[in-house]
């Protein structure tokens, strides 16, 4: 199975028949990337040696060679975007193969996800099978389309009563209040986790200060390195210009 993350990863996940493993039922495993899969010669059709590394996460040690029939299928990296069919393109230095397509429905769904989780702007309410709705139907198709559904719009939802949506709708807007550096975290812009956006906060105190901000600046900030700044510049200049977050602070 291939699955495509907030940040536009595209990472193969193992699909494996359920075995008992260490107390649980064990039926997937992260593949992490296609290097991964291709230094292990991991198929399609394999059968392969699992263990828990750490005790918790199921990992594949390595396919069972000997055990091939012949009928494997060897496991290559996409061409694009098996949710949106954009060009799959890999950046230089790094391992990952990414979709670009900010309009991705994937890529959207897992950026909601996240942005309204508790760590980031903690929208209650707001899980992923809300989530998965909301875009299939076409009611958000950014991030900031979020602050402009209705009561009425939720309610269309399946299994979605007046109160719950009223709920929906009332977390939302408490989520105009929470502080600037959980806003740039939910965000999920590369290279800026919890932590750095912290100090970002702590050194640029408002939206309007991202206005002027440039790269010599961010660079003056003795977390912030090159790849950081020039990657993160233009995502800052657009957040500051949204009015959906304007009184996060």
């Known amino acids: 199975e291939i699955n495509v993350g907030r940040t536009g990863i595209i990472a193969p996940t193992a699909i494996m028949e359920p075995v008992s493993l260490a107390g649980t039922t064990v039926s997937r495993a992260s593949l992490h990337n296609f290097d991964l899969v291709q230094d292990k010669d991991i198929r399609i059709g394999d059968l392969v040696l699992v263990h828990k590394a750490g005790d918790i996460i199921p990992e594949i040690i390595k396919p069972l060679t000997e055990k091939r029939s012949g009928d494997e299928q060897e496991i290559k990296a996409p061409e ?6 954009s060009k799959a393109v890999r950046i230089e230095d790094e391992v990952a193969w990414r979709c670009e397509n900010i309009n991705c429905p994937a890529r959207l769904k897992e950026s909601l996800i996240f942005f309204a989780s508790r760590t980031a702007m903690d929208i209650e309410g707001m899980g992923p099978a809300l989530v998965e709705q909301l875009v299939d139907k076409g009611l958000v198709q950014n991030i900031a389309d979020l602050y402009d559904l209705s009561a009425e719009q939720i309610i269309s939802i399946e299994r979605m009563g007046a109160k719950s949506a009223q709920n929906i ?19 999920g ?8 956006a912290r100090v970002l906060t702590h050194k640029i105190k408002s939206l309007d200060d991202f206005k002027q901000l440039d790269e010599e600046q961010l660079l003056l900030i003795p977390e912030i390195g090159p790849k950081m700044a020039a990657v993160c510049l233009a995502s800052l200049l657009n957040l500051a210009t949204r009015q959906p977050w304007k009184n996060c602070s």
Do not use: M, V, Y
């Open 169 to 187: 709708i009332n977390a939302i807007e408490a989520s105009k209040q929470r502080s600037l550096h959980q806003l740039i975290t939910a965000l």
């Open 80 to 85: 694009a975007c098996p949710a949106c069919g």
């Open 189 to 196: 812009i590369r290279h800026i986790g919890a932590k750095t």
